[in-house]
Nanobody
Framework: VQLVESGGGLVQPGGSLRLSCAASGFTFSRYDMSWFRQAPGKGREVVATITNTGGSISIADSVKGRFTISRDNAKNTVYLQMNSLKPEDTAVYSC?????????WGQGTQVTVSS
């Protein structure tokens, strides 16, 4: 099982990034997918979740209206589109697959929002 995030980096406030999480080693289309983030000195926070079919999405209030989550089951990939980024969005972003108590995590990708 492998989840590999990509797309992080340094961006100026107001900018955009698109994170990707490529999955392998399990039946991706059966798993709900989530993005989490953890800022320095803070606990881990769930940012967005999408169900296995993509039929239901939830977004944290802190990023609602700025971030969107999507998935492509044909490509075994989940995305996080982040717009209007703020310095407080700086964190390590990780994806997680979940299904009936089974959880798989990626290693995370750093997002830094700074001028």
């Amino acid at each position: 099982v492998q989840l590999v995030e990509s797309g992080g980096g340094l961006v100026q406030p107001g900018g955009s990034l698109r994170l990707s999480c490529a999955a392998s080693g399990f039946t991706f289309s059966r798993y709900d997918m989530s993005w989490f983030r953890q800022a320095p000195g803070k606990g881990r926070e769930v940012v967005a979740t999408i169900t296995n079919t993509g039929g239901s999405i939830s977004i944290a209030d802190s990023v609602k209206g700025r971030f969107t989550i999507s998935r492509d089951n044909a490509k075994n990939t989940v995305y996080l589109q982040m717009n209007s980024l703020k310095p407080e969005d700086t964190a390590v972003y990780s994806c997680r697959a979940s299904r009936m108590g089974d959880y798989y995590w990626g290693q995370g990708t750093q997002v830094t929002v700074s001028s």
